[in-house]
Nanobody, 123 residues
Framework: VQLQASGGGLVQAGGSLRLSCAAS????????MGWFRQAPGKERKFVAA????????IYVDSVKGRFTISRDNAKNTVYLQMNNLKPEDTAVYYC?????????????????WGQGTQVTVSS
């Protein structure tokens, strides 16, 4: 599976962005999908994940109520809708695929990674 993330950019605090992650391959629906982020000088951390069928999601506490992860298996794409963005959301965002029906926030469980897209939130 090859992943291509897009949709990042510069936005003011309180604004919104929608990230997309397009996957190649015909087995996209067999993967749980996740989004992670990495701020400068910090380790990569879990943000959100969605089950292979799209019916279950999990989030890190700091984005609950502001971010929504979803997927369209017909388009081989996973999305991250980010609302009410804060300066602390500034990071490079990565999508990742886990060959599993079970969602996880464990970075080591993910098998494939996209190249990352920069999100910058100004105060």
């Amino acid at each position: 599976v090859q992943l291509q993330a897009s949709g990042g950019g510069l936005v003011q605090a309180g604004g919104s962005l929608r990230l997309s992650c397009a996957a190649s391959g015909r087995t996209f629906s067999s993967y749980a999908m996740g989004w992670f982020r990495q701020a400068p000088g910090k380790e990569r951390k879990f943000v959100a994940a969605v089950s292979w069928g799209g019916d279950s999601t999990i989030y890190v506490d700091s984005v609950k109520g502001r971010f929504t992860i979803s997927r369209d298996n017909a388009k081989n794409t996973v999305y991250l809708q980010m609302n009410n963005l804060k300066p602390e959301d500034t990071a490079v965002y990565y999508c990742a695929a886990d060959y599993s029906y079970i969602m996880t926030g464990d970075i080591w469980e993910y098998d494939y990674w996209g190249q990352g897209t920069q999100v910058t939130v100004s105060s």
